[in-house]
């Protein structure tokens, strides 16, 4: 399973990147070899096995012929050999006489029939020099030189598109991977047990099939026997239950390790221009009220990332007793802190803050009076937790240590 999803358009534009890389070259290998190519010779290399190959079909010919003439006399000699029980012709010698003529005939036909089988062998061969010379030629023909040129332009121009996309694809890709790696390998090492234990089951299932039809004590002794070798107890079925455990509860673990997989491959695959953080709301733990510590802290590693906008109710003044200013001075000078007028409330600033799909919200409130902003309908809102001592903003990897009630100040 692939849970990066950047995978398959950056797999689709690697892939459309190679193909045109691909005909380029041909392009270019079609055009070096028109250059280099000799019609003249290889026009007239034509000619000359076309001669050849017409002199080697006469030989062909005359060889038929004699061929033709020697089965001819062979069968001449064959029906003169006078049969074995002509005594007179035995003693004669004329048997023998006939009989060695015969063997030389069809010696010399033999021979013949290699001759010929080579002469056919060199007009194959000559035939198919020649259409290759000639599919050559009709190939450089076919070339033209003006619109090969072109191609590689027009292909050129579509590299340069395709690689100002991966430029950009690849950086959040890369990302996404990173942030993944170490789960997707402890997936692929969970799936591998799961394997094993499905094995496990299976082996253990046909065991206990051999203990139901065994026919004997001895035989389901035997199958105890292996069952406590292999599996530690003596019992199938005991075996059977335990694997089936083990199996349930390892499915249980890959589903919930999938499931943080797809949530960290979203976190990592958002492309956040701007963070807009709910001051207020991260200046809180369980026990209360514990200062700007934890905004400053996350800030300072924010602000690496993306813009930061810090936006503060107006009470915030009264619980820090410090001025606007003063406020403004505990963060670096990148980062633009507003505090809304008295007796407003920020969410509503936030929110609208962050109209663009590319602008996110650090706050832990739902804003459930505020369901119609794009902010919440497209699920933009990140949360956050502190602690007594640490702050942690878990899908941006902010994880700092503050200390609570404390003046900040960068003066």
Same mark, same amino acid.
């Given at each position: 399973? @692939? ?10 534009? +690697? ?17 070096? #070899? ?5 019609? *003249? ?5 034509? $000619?000359?096995? @076309?001669?050849?190959? #017409? ?8 060889? +038929?012929? !004699? ?5 001819? %006399? ?28 015969? !063997? ?10 290699? @001759? ?13 020099? !020649? ?16 619109? %090969? ?13 395709? %690689? ?21 390998? /402890? ?13 496990? &089951? ?11 039809? #065994? ?11 292996? $069952? ?15 694997? /089936? ?15 943080? &997989? ?5 976190? #990592?695959?958002?492309? +956040? ?6 001051? %207020?709301?991260? $200046?809180?733990?369980? /026990? ?15 602000? $690496? ?31 633009? =802190? *507003? +505090? ?21 919200? =650090?706050?832990?409130? !739902? ?45």
């Amino acid at each position: 399973m @692939d849970y990066n999803p950047f995978s398959s358009e950056y797999a689709s534009l +690697i892939g459309l990147a190679k193909q045109l890389k691909d005909k380029q070259s041909e392009l270019r290998s079609s055009a070096l #070899a028109y250059k280099v190519f000799d019609v *003249h010779s290889t026009f007239s290399e034509v $000619c000359r096995l @076309d001669r050849e190959i #017409a002199e080697q079909a006469d030989e062909r010919a005359a060889i +038929i012929t !004699r061929i033709s003439q020697m089965t001819k %006399n062979a069968e001449w000699l064959g029906e003169a050999c006078p049969p074995w029980y002509d005594i007179r012709a035995t003693f004669s010698g004329r048997r023998a006489q006939l009989e060695s003529v015969l !063997r030389q005939s069809a010696s010399h036909l033999e021979a013949s029939r290699k @001759d010929l089988a080579e002469v056919i062998k060199n007009v194959e061969r000559k035939n198919g020099e !020649r259409q290759s010379l000639k599919d050559r030629i009709q190939r450089h023909q076919s070339v033209n030189p003006l619109e %090969n040129e072109a191609a590689c332009k027009a292909i050129d121009s579509q590299l340069a598109g395709l %690689n100002e996309q991966i430029a950009i694809l690849k950086p959040k890709y890369v990302k996404v991977e990173r942030r993944i790696a170490h789960l997707v390998a /402890n997936v692929s090492n969970l799936l591998g047990q799961q394997a094993a234990l499905e094995r496990d &089951i299976k082996a253990v299932s046909e065991l206990e099939e051999q203990l139901s039809g #065994a026919e004997d004590g001895k035989r389901r002794a035997i199958i105890h026997e292996e $069952c406590r070798a292999r599996y530690g107890h003596s019992r199938p079925q005991h075996v059977l239950k335990m694997l /089936n455990a083990s199996h349930r509860r390892l499915g249980f673990d890959i589903q919930k390790l999938e499931a943080r &997989i797809v949530k960290e491959a979203q976190a #990592a695959s958002r492309d +956040i221009q701007q963070l807009v953080i709910d001051g %207020n709301n991260m $200046c809180y733990d369980n /026990n209360g009220f514990v200062g700007l510590g934890p905004v400053v802290e996350a800030v300072d590693d924010l602000v $690496c990332m993306c813009s930061v906008i810090v936006v503060f109710d107006s009470d915030i003044r009264g619980l820090q007793k410090a001025s606007d200013y003063d406020i403004q001075k505990c963060f670096p000078d990148l980062v633009e =802190v *507003h +505090i809304v007028a008295t007796k407003e409330k920020a969410d509503q600033t936030l929110l609208a803050l962050a109209s663009d799909n590319r602008v996110f919200v =650090v706050s832990n409130d !739902r804003y459930v009076d505020y369901p119609d902003q794009p902010a919440v309908i497209e699920q933009r809102v990140i949360r956050h937790e502190i602690t007594r001592e640490k702050v942690f903003i878990h899908e941006l990897g902010v994880d700092r240590s503050y200390t609570a009630e404390r003046r900040y100040s960068r003066s």
